[in-house]
């Protein structure tokens, strides 16, 4: 397990090796290994190539506020994944999302905060969210992003079915005000 941020609060941390984890097939849990690494720019795509019997990204990158970017592939090999929460949350320079970011993660079920806080965020993929079917948390998922100029309506209409059948969507856009759809969200998204 690497959890309770090994790397936690290191500042100066500016960028990772990409095979810092190649030897780390058996790790099961990444919960807070970078947070606060406000230094970190970037992520290697590869970063958790190996790592395929992960099973929890949670608040993995929580407070990278430096962070800018993600890799489209950075969890694609990481099909066992269920937690995906507090993953990006305060990652305040973020300014895109990959699309096909959680692809191959079809075993998710929490995306509790994970992009929250994430203010330099102007659009959300359509289909950012497709293939997790399983996935019954979205609770403030966006909480905060205020820089969202639009929300896709494929997503509300997906959450509205996650909604219907039991699952979490509430406050999934919260704060979310300068989204051009904002005020015609159903109530339990704001």
Known sequence: MLSGGVFRGCTGLTSIPEN??????????????????????????????????VTTFEAVFIGCSGLTSIPEGLFKNN?????????????????SIPEDLFKNNVNAKSFYLAF??????TSIPEG???????????????????????????IIGDLKRVREKGGDVSG????CTSASNYNSLPYYLK
């Open 20 to 53: 810092l984890f190649k030897y780390n097939v058996k790790v099961r849990e990444f919960k807070q290994t970078f947070r606060g690494c406000k230094g970190l720019i970037n992520l290697p795509e590869e970063l958790f190539k190996n790592n395929v019997n």
């Open 79 to 95: 099909v066992n994944v269920t937690y995906f929460s507090n993953v990006f949350n305060g990652c305040s320079s973020l300014t």
């Open 116 to 121: 929250s806080s994430c203010g330099a965020i």
């Open 128 to 154: 950012l969210f497709k293939n997790n079917v399983n996935a019954k948390n979205f609770e403030n998922t966006f909480r905060g992003c205020t820089g969202i100029t639009s929300i896709p309506e494929k």
């Open 172 to 175: 999934m856009f919260w704060g």
